[in-house]
């Protein structure tokens, strides 16, 4: 059957006219190709413009040898006008309700006035590093307010989910006028030990009757938290959450007052019907009010900038040690005797480490 005879066949398509001119497209590459000097970023995140900042953090989270000496000058000009913010970590199990619980205790915040920021880490896939960074979705009411901004960052390969450039990222939101910063946390591993040591107040998310109580009073959790917000308490889940937070009140009470003098509480609250939130509020400021009094809040805050320090120096080191031309090859000879059974890991281990 010839072409012309048979009813399938394809006709002519109508061409579709260029979209782009020429001279736009060189516009367009022009544009790209432009860098936008140290102080131009400094003067733009001082005046609070959020591109400017979403920018910086981009170049803090960056690998790129330049792109890190680039952030280290921002970052070096914006830290005069930075440690004048309130840091709150946020945490829990997956599916507690952080997001939901975030945007409505960030649109309370931003009615009062305050600005807020968010810095919300998604968990990275261990297979292929992939993030979701689904935060900006679940948060759609709080992402329209022109008083937050929100930031999510993928996890990578740092402890317990917490991006290793978090820390910076803090100093750049509060040089561009953020007075509350909110971390969320992935919720799993040692998160909450890493968020700890860049906040000044810990909040800890929990449930009832999701198997999470007992989690709740081991020791570990209850010293480093603050406070305990038992969320979805709503609905037949009401008396429960109750009943909760009388049975995390009495593990509290268990143990010794904390350095800063200050006793944590446990509140019950849902996110989804906006009740709970001002008395969250109300005693986060008077944990700030209390510790700054006594100096505490200050002492911590000398304690954290030691502690990444000293962090920072060990990653360098790490960096620095598989980075190095001999190790690499050296690296690869002992990985083959420890298959063939050759050698032990420790003993492996002393002669990369004496190179």
Request: charged share 25%.
């Amino acid at each position: 059957m010839d072409k012309k005879s048979s009813a399938l066949h394809e006709k002519d398509g109508v061409s579709s006219p260029e979209t782009t001119s020429k001279s736009s497209a060189e516009k367009i590459k022009l544009h790209r190709a432009k860098q936008n000097s140290v102080n131009e970023y400094v003067t733009k995140i001082l005046e609070g413009n959020i591109t400017f900042l979403s920018k910086a953090i981009t170049l803090v989270e960056s690998t790129n040898a330049k792109h890190q000496q680039k952030a280290n000058e921002i970052l070096e000009r914006c830290l005069p006008y930075a440690n004048n913010s309130v840091r709150i970590g946020i945490t829990g199990v997956p599916g507690v309700g952080k997001s939901t619980f975030i945007e409505t205790f960030g649109k309370h915040l931003t009615s009062q006035g305050k600005k807020v920021a968010v810095l919300a880490v998604d968990p990275s896939s261990s297979v292929n590093n992939g993030s979701i960074l689904g935060d900006k979705t679940r948060m759609e009411v709080l992402v329209t307010d022109k008083n937050a901004f929100i930031r999510p960052s993928p996890s990578g390969t740092s402890l317990g989910g917490v991006a290793q450039k978090t820390r910076e990222s803090i100093i750049l939101c509060e040089a561009a006028g953020f007075d509350t910063i909110i971390i969320e946390t992935v919720g799993v591993g040692q998160s909450e030990t890493v968020v700890h040591s860049m906040v000044d107040f810990f909040l800890l998310l929990k449930l009832f009757g999701a198997g999470d109580e007992l989690q709740g009073i081991k020791r570990g959790i209850i010293e480093m938290a603050d406070a305990i917000v038992i969320n979805k308490a709503d609905g037949e889940n009401k008396q429960n959450a109750k009943i909760a937070k009388v049975e995390f009140n009495r593990a509290l009470h268990l143990y010794p007052l904390k350095e800063s003098k200050w006793q944590p509480k446990v509140l019950t609250a849902s996110a989804l019907h906006n009740s709970g939130i001002e008395k969250i509020d109300t005693m986060i400021t008077e944990y700030i009010a209390l510790t700054k009094d006594n100096k505490y809040f200050y002492k911590k805050r000398n304690d954290q900038n030691k502690f990444w320090l000293l962090s920072t120096i060990e990653q360098q080191l790490k960096a620095n040690f598989y980075q190095n031309i001999k190790v690499k090859s050296a690296l690869e000879n002992e990985i083959l005797n420890l298959e063939n059974g050759k050698t032990t890991p420790f003993n492996a281990a002393k002669r990369l480490l004496d190179l």
